[in-house]
């Protein structure tokens, strides 16, 4: 009926990063290709993805600024798919994200505690991409979450990008 999983026959995923060194460039991979198989008539076939990143995290005692830079490029290889054999999306996506962290000692009824209050910023822009024509073959919506709002998409899966002009102000 269509309403059964896909099985993943097979699936490659490979990660990298380069050393985390504050203050300068981080350099990130991330890669998949993975052949979706059906027993029902709908799209199947290959799907294969790459997300490189650029990011400049700074960092100070009570301070961090990270502007990112990414590139998303995700091409199928279909069967039984009414748009087509052979789809692409290819998109940047850029986020700068911020914060501040402010502590201090505090006693309620002679206990000592310690009172931290951390602002956050976060831009997201990552612009509009008509992708109708693409199958989705393991991408849902997540559900919304306080880390969800730090996210450079709002989906599970690599299927949809979401297009994102916004700004979280967190607190």
């Known amino acids: 009926t269509g309403t059964e999983p896909y099985r993943l026959l097979p699936q490659l995923s490979l990660t990298g990063q380069s050393l985390r060194r504050i203050n300068r460039p981080q350099l990130a991979l991330e890669t998949e290709a993975v052949r979706f198989q059906h027993d029902a008539l709908v799209p199947t076939g290959t799907r294969f993805d790459i997300k490189p990143s650029l990011s400049l995290p700074l960092e100070g005692a009570a301070w961090y600024f990270t502007p990112k830079l990414a590139w998303r490029h995700t091409q199928y290889q279909l069967q039984d798919n009414p748009g087509g054999d052979n789809l692409n999306r290819s998109l940047p996506l ?36 008509d992708q109708s024509a693409l199958p989705l073959f393991d991408t849902t919506l997540s559900d919304f979450s306080f880390s969800q709002m730090f996210r450079d998409n709002r989906f599970n899966g690599i299927d949809r990008q979401g297009d994102a002009r916004q700004l979280t102000i967190a607190l």
Do not use: C, I, K, M
Request: net charge negative; charged share 20%; proline share 8%.
């Open 94 to 129: 850029g986020s700068l994200d911020g914060g501040l962290f402010f502590e201090r000692e505090l006693s309620l009824a002679n206990a000592p505690y310690l009172q931290t209050l951390e602002p956050r910023l976060y831009y997201l822009h990552v612009p509009y991409r």
